[in-house]
Nanobody, 122 residues
Framework: QAQLVESGGGLVQTGGSLRVSCAASGRTFSGDTKAWFRQSPGKEREFVAAITWGGISYYADSVKGRFTLTTDNAKNTMFLRMINLKPEDTAVYYC????????????????WGQGTQVTVSS
């Protein structure tokens, strides 16, 4: 059974950095579009970043220049490196994978992790 498991969340001060990871198992995700979404309390889950199987990455305007999505296909793992974190980045971060060449809408992603909490203190 295909599974995504996030790790690496935690508490960080404003301006700090953090890296969250997503380990995949049960199938090869190298040909998928992989993405990160986040959900803050009282808000809908929103797109953060995605990367195609060809290595083209896209970011939400709110994180562009601060977040970097990378993958290690040999280890079936992806990462989200976050720098210059702000209190508004506080959220549960979810990784997701879509069995298609490009995806950005949540409904296009078939595989989801359980989420990892990132809290940025002011």
């Amino acid at each position: 059974q295909a599974q995504l498991v996030e790790s690496g969340g935690g508490l960080v001060q404003t301006g700090g950095s953090l890296r969250v990871s997503c380990a995949a198992s049960g199938r090869t995700f190298s040909g998928d579009t992989k993405a990160w979404f986040r959900q803050s309390p009282g808000k809908e889950r929103e797109f953060v970043a995605a990367i195609t199987w060809g290595g083209i990455s896209y970011y939400a305007d709110s994180v562009k220049g601060r977040f970097t999505l990378t993958t290690d296909n040999a280890k079936n793992t992806m990462f989200l490196r976050m720098i210059n974190l702000k209190p508004e980045d506080t959220a549960v971060y979810y990784c997701a994978a879509a069995d298609r060449s490009w995806a950005r809408e949540q409904t296009q992603f078939q595989y989801w992790g359980q989420g990892t909490q990132v809290t940025v203190s002011s």
